[in-house]
């Protein structure tokens, strides 16, 4: 009897964990059994495997519950645990994947490494003898930020144009798959934490032209590209001031010399851009752009423009030479781009097509890191000159200090190591006239 028992026991448990209802109904007795037709003494004693979850409760309460909890309160198996973290793994790698490339996208990377590139070569160049590395790092890190920032902002603006524009339908926010608010939250982050990195590690007036360049490409130049074609010049100042935000960063001033790169960036972006708006036509006019070319059908005026500033940069070689930037070999090197950049705007002026628009376009691209290039590698710093500027300044200090302690004696003559600054020229580092056509270097008496 009591083996007929187990086996009815056995053989209904069978059909319950067969029984593809979701429901399992257990009904306990008074002596706390898990059935009442059961014979066994030891509950406890089943199988974990066992899908019949045990349990006491009061007499006559009815137990309720669901496959997928009772399931749930199985332990899994190694393997199956591994399964499930393994998966839970990729979904957060995809997870990050995903917005790490919105967040690339929205920099706009590549453009934003150039705008770095331009602050680091700035920063070389006003450093003199000694680089701050960790200066440099910084500038770099904060640059970037307040560039991605920038380039967010402009396109939570122009989601709508985007979106017309073959080149640019795919980006996040008009392909859907980032929202705005969560740009505008990644662009906000970006800018006040550049600004505050630049503020921190180097000076005020640097994170002063970072926050102003911010507002002034977002703000600024962004709204105009649907009003005037002027649009392209101001873009054009916006890319020169990142090599003085650099030059600042280091020197913690604006001087005369700070000049001679932004310049090389504000002429070549003209020809630079206006090659890529000629080649682009179409897409500007879908997107309700007013650029520059599409007032002009025939692109005699973009040429035009393209060429005056391409002549533009013929001198900026010969002044960093003059200012004691560069030495003479840059200004032949920077001499002979500045030709070469020239010659294919002249092509494009005489024959106005998509192939020339495109050489032009290529040659504007290979100009500027090797303007740059050269620029860091035959740049000049007088350490004769620089240690005569100090120590006379520091010789001056104590002649008037001890006047002022009333002590009338004579300015005694300095040490050998200490000799005032000679007299300078404006062409005050030339040393050789690098072409006939150029002034003779000032010869001091």
Known sequence: ???????????????????????????????????????????????????????QSRPDVRFIATRAACDAAVDLPPAAAASTSVGKGK????????????????????????????????????????IDYLGLCCTCAGTMMVAAAANSLNQVFEVKNDAMMNRTRLRPLPSGRITRPHAVMWASSMGLAGTALLACETNMLAAGLAASNLVLYAFVYTPLKQIHPVNTWVGAIVGAIPPLLGWVAASGQISLNSMVLPAALYFWQLPHFMALAYL??????????????????????????????????????????????????????????????????????????????????????????????????????????????????????????????????????????????????????????????????????
Request: glycine residues 6%; proline residues 7%; contains cysteine.
């Open 91 to 130: 979904e957060v790698a995809e997870l990050v994947k995903h917005y790490s490339r919105c967040y690339w996208e929205l920099s706009k990377a590549r453009l934003s490494m150039l705008v770095v590139a331009t602050s680091g070569t700035g920063y070389i160049l006003g450093s003199g003898s000694s």
């Open 280 to 445: 682009c036509r179409k897409d500007y006019a879908d997107g309700g752009f007013k650029m520059f070319s599409l007032a002009d059908p025939s692109g005699y005026r973009t040429a035009w423009v393209a060429l005056r500033n391409c002549l533009y940069l013929l001198p900026l070689g010969y002044l960093a030479y003059d200012w004691g930037i560069a030495s003479g070999w840059f200004c032949m090197e920077s001499t002979l781009l500045a030709l070469a950049i020239s010659s294919t705007a002249g092509l494009f002026l005489v024959n106005r097509t998509t192939k020339n628009a495109r050489r032009m376009f290529h040659a504007s691209l290979l100009y500027l890191p090797v303007f740059m290039s050269g620029l860091l590698v035959h740049r000049h710093y007088d350490s004769e000159l620089s240690l005569a500027v100090e120590n006379s300044n520091q010789l001056a200090e104590s002649t008037l200090s001890s006047s002022l302690d009333g002590e009338l004696t004579e300015s005694s003559p300095p040490r050998k190591n200490r000799r005032p600054a000679p007299s300078r020229a404006p062409v005050a580092y030339a040393s050789v006239a690098p072409f006939p056509f150029l002034p003779a270097p000032y010869v001091s008496n």
């Open 1 to 55: 009897m009591w083996r007929r028992n187990s086996l009815s026991l056995a053989s209904k448990l069978a059909r319950l964990s067969s029984n593809p209802s979701p429901f399992i109904l257990l009904r306990t007795s008074h002596h706390h059994a898990p059935l009442s037709r059961s014979n066994s003494t030891n509950p406890g004693s089943t199988s974990p495997a066992d899908p019949v979850t045990w349990s």
